[in-house]
């Protein structure tokens, strides 16, 4: 059995096949554009997902040695993402579909970043723990199955992703600054004390570090305006390891009040490789099955995509043809 994916919530559009649970191919185009005008612009990011779609689909189907006419079935991320970016994803998939005459399965991108756990070898049991770190969501996951999941705490303002890319953007890095970080910071020391903000249980609050780091080095540039450049390694260090420390400190918690020890990450800030160590290390420490997803699977893919829609291909899960888009799909 054979299904095409495609990703297109965000920025980068995303096409992948999967034959009988194993993903045979797998693109992405990035939409690089967005490095200069330091964020995503909607209006420019549907654009380019127009442009892209029709070759990125052609790529994987070759990429994958099969033909169109070989595929089940087509699986589309319905949800949550930009309005106009998912548009474009949906609307290919139900088009390619009514021509080919087969279904369409619609997936949730939060719980695919979750499911990119079962595209590899060691996949976690059952129920397991998944903290989804990235650039709209922090969230800690009870996943009890592949449909079902409870989320037992979030983030009251900003994604752990967009405090690395809003801080990032105060030193002057390029949007998105999560990568720009993490290699700045391998030079540096965790010298600068950050605030860390008392929330509830399993809950993050992420706003008032942007905002105390802001307020941090205009303090330091009125001193020395040269404080950034000199200090980037060290700043970089400091904002990524009070971060990860944030998002550990909660993962903990969860895990003792839970009694769960099988324990995933996942979503494009899982790629941070502090956060990948210092999960390792707390978890040989605490006992935890770790479960750490390759990097091409932490950013946005359309695998991901394609694995959550086995699980419903198997349950013979399709979607009517009437749905569209739902920019705020919640897990
Ligand atoms: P969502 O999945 O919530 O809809 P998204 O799809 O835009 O949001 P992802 O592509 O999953 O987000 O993740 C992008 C985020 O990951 C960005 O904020 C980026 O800075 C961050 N990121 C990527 N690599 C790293 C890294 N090595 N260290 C820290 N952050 C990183
Ligand atoms: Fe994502």
Same mark, same amino acid.
């Given at each position: 059995?054979?299904?095409?994916?495609?990703?297109?919530?965000?920025?980068?559009?995303?096409?992948?096949?999967?034959?009988?649970?194993?993903?045979?191919?797998?693109?992405?185009?990035?939409?690089?554009?967005?490095?200069?005008?330091?964020?995503?612009?909607?209006?420019?990011?549907?654009?380019?997902?127009?442009?892209?779609?029709?070759?990125?689909?052609?790529?994987?189907?070759? /990429?994958?040695?099969?033909?169109?006419?070989?595929?089940?079935?087509? &699986?589309?991320?319905?949800?949550?993402?930009?309005?106009?970016?998912?548009?474009?994803?949906?609307?290919?998939? $139900? !088009?390619?579909?009514?021509?080919?005459?087969?279904?369409?399965?619609?997936? /949730?991108?939060?719980?695919?970043?979750?499911?990119?756990?079962?595209?590899?070898?060691?996949?976690?049991?059952?129920?397991?723990?998944?903290?989804?770190?990235?650039?709209?969501?922090?969230?800690?996951?009870?996943?009890?199955?592949?449909?079902?999941?409870?989320?037992?705490?979030?983030?009251?303002?900003?994604?752990?992703?967009?405090?690395f890319d809003k801080a990032g953007k105060i030193m002057g890095l390029p949007y998105p600054?999560?990568?720009?970080?993490?290699?700045? &910071?391998?030079?540096?020391?965790?010298?600068?004390?950050?605030?860390?903000?008392?929330?509830?249980?399993?809950?993050? !609050?992420?706003?008032?570090?942007?905002?105390?780091?802001?307020?941090?080095?205009?303090?330091?540039?009125?001193?020395?305006?040269?404080?950034?450049?000199?200090?980037?390694?060290?700043?970089?260090?400091?904002?990524?390891?009070?971060?990860?420390?944030?998002?550990? $400190?909660?993962?903990?918690?969860?895990?003792?009040?839970?009694?769960? /020890?099988?324990?995933?990450?996942?979503?494009?800030? !899982?790629?941070? !490789?502090?956060?990948?160590?210092?999960?390792?290390?707390?978890?040989?420490?605490?006992?935890?099955?770790?479960?750490?997803?390759?990097?091409?699977?932490?950013i946005d893919n359309a695998a991901m995509i394609a694995q959550a829609a086995w699980f419903?291909?198997?349950?013979?899960?399709?979607?009517?043809? /009437?749905?569209?888009?739902?920019?705020?799909?919640?897990?």
């Open positions: 059995e054979t299904l095409l994916a495609i990703e297109s919530s965000c920025d980068d559009t995303g096409a992948s096949i999967i034959i009988d649970a194993e993903i045979a191919s797998n693109v992405v185009s990035s939409q690089i554009d967005h490095q200069n005008l330091g964020g995503v612009v909607p209006e420019l990011a549907s654009r380019k997902h127009m442009e892209s779609i029709g070759w990125v689909v052609e790529e994987a189907v070759k /990429n994958a040695r099969i033909e169109k006419k070989d595929i089940d079935a087509i &699986a589309f991320t319905r949800g949550p993402g930009l309005m106009g970016s998912l548009l474009v994803g949906v609307s290919f998939a $139900k !088009s390619m579909a009514q021509a080919l005459d087969i279904p369409i399965i619609e997936v /949730n991108h939060m719980e695919a970043h979750i499911l990119s756990h079962f595209i590899d070898d060691p996949v976690p049991d059952f129920p397991f723990l998944c903290l989804t770190v990235s650039g709209g969501h922090t969230q800690i996951v009870k996943v009890f199955d592949y449909n079902k999941m409870e989320v037992l705490g979030q983030t009251l303002d900003d994604a752990a992703g967009e405090a600054a999560g990568p720009h970080i993490d290699r700045l &910071a391998q030079k540096g020391q965790a010298v600068f004390p950050l605030p860390h903000p008392t929330v509830d249980k399993y809950h993050f !609050s992420f706003s008032g570090l942007k905002t105390a780091f802001l307020y941090f080095l205009q303090k330091e540039m009125k001193k020395d305006p040269g404080f950034i450049d000199n200090n980037i390694h060290d700043l970089a260090a400091s904002l990524q390891s009070t971060i990860v420390h944030i998002l550990l $400190k909660e993962l903990k918690q969860t895990s003792q009040d839970t009694s769960i /020890n099988e324990i995933a990450i996942a979503g494009g800030v !899982s790629a941070n !490789s502090a956060l990948r160590s210092q999960l390792s290390k707390v978890g040989a420490e605490l006992g935890w099955n770790v479960y750490i997803p390759k990097l091409e699977y932490c419903k291909y198997l349950h013979q899960e399709f979607s009517s043809f /009437n749905i569209t888009a739902d920019p705020r799909l919640k897990v």
